[in-house]
T-cell receptor, first 115, second 115 residues
C-alpha cells in the first residue's frame, strides 16, 4: 500500500478557478510531519508548508490554504483563484520514524492552469 | 534565495565515463544531505543519505559502487556516477535538512544524459 497517495494524476483548470489537490497518508506513528512541495517546469522543488501531527489547525498563506484532518489521514491543498504561474507538479510528503525518518513522497499531481 | 546549489545543472556524457555532481549547502553547515533520483513524470526516489565525515547510507537497491557519495565538508556533498550507462540518465536532486523543524530544502537538480 502506498504511504502517501495523491490520487489525482493531472488536473487542468482555467485561470481564476479554485483547485484542491488531495493527499492521503498512512502511518502508525503518533508524531509525524507532512509537507507540500511545488516543482515548476524548471525542476527545482520549492517548499510550501510543513505540518506536524499535533497541529490540526488549517493554514492560509495568500491564495494557498491547507486542510489537515487526522481523522481521515488527509492533508489537502487548495489554491484559490489559480494563476498560470501555479502550473507545476505538486508533491505531498510524509516524514516519520515508521519510514526511517526519511521523506516519503507521493506520486505528485500535475496542475495545468490555462489562461 | 536559494539555500542549496548544484553543479552542473545539466551534463551530457558518453557511456562508460564517470560524472561528478556537486551539492552545496549555502546557508547552513549540513552534517546530513540527501540524494534523490527522479525519472520523467515520476516522483522522487531517495538514493542515499550523505553523512559528513562518514560513509553514506544507501537505500535498498542502489548500487554503492555505481553511485559514489562523498561528504567531505559540512557544506559540500558529491555524487559520482561511475561508468555511466544510458539507463543512468535521470534528474538527480540533492537536499539538505534542518534538524528542527525537519524541513528539507532542495537543490535545483542536475539533468544527466548518457549517450
Amino acid at each position: 500500500a502506498q504511504k502517501v497517495t495523491q490520487a489525482q494524476t493531472e488536473i487542468s483548470v482555467v485561470e481564476k478557478e479554485d483547485v484542491t489537490l488531495d493527499c492521503v497518508y498512512e502511518t502508525r506513528d503518533t508524531t509525524y510531519y507532512l509537507f507540500w512541495y511545488k516543482q515548476p517546469p524548471s525542476g527545482e522543488l520549492v517548499f510550501l508548508i510543513r505540518r506536524n501531527s499535533f497541529d490540526e489547525q488549517n493554514e492560509i498563506s495568500g491564495r494557498y490554504s491547507w486542510n489537515f484532518q487526522k481523522s481521515t489521514s488527509s492533508f489537502n491543498f487548495t489554491i484559490t483563484s489559480s494563476q498560470v504561474v501555479d502550473s507545476a507538479v505538486y508533491f505531498c510528503a510524509l516524514y516519520g520514524s515508521e519510514y526511517g525518518n526519511k521523506l516519503v513522497f507521493g506520486a505528485g499531481t500535475i496542475l495545468r492552469v490555462k489562461s | 534565495g536559494a539555500v542549496v546549489s548544484q553543479h552542473p545543472s545539466w551534463v551530457i556524457c558518453k557511456s562508460g565515463t564517470s560524472v561528478k555532481i556537486e551539492c552545496r549547502s549555502l546557508d547552513f553547515q549540513a552534517t546530513t544531505m540527501f540524494w534523490y533520483r527522479q525519472f520523467p513524470k515520476q516522483s522522487l526516489m531517495l538514493m542515499a543519505t550523505s553523512n559528513e565525515g562518514s560513509k553514506a547510507t544507501y537505500e535498498q537497491g542502489v548500487e554503492k559502487d555505481k553511485f559514489l557519495i562523498n561528504h567531505a565538508s559540512l557544506t559540500l556533498s558529491t555524487l559520482t556516477v561511475t561508468s555511466a550507462h544510458p539507463e543512468d540518465s535521470s534528474f538527480y536532486i540533492c537536499s539538505r535538512g534542518v534538524p528542527v523543524p525537519l524541513t528539507q530544502y532542495f537543490g535545483p537538480g542536475t539533468r544527466l544524459t548518457v549517450l
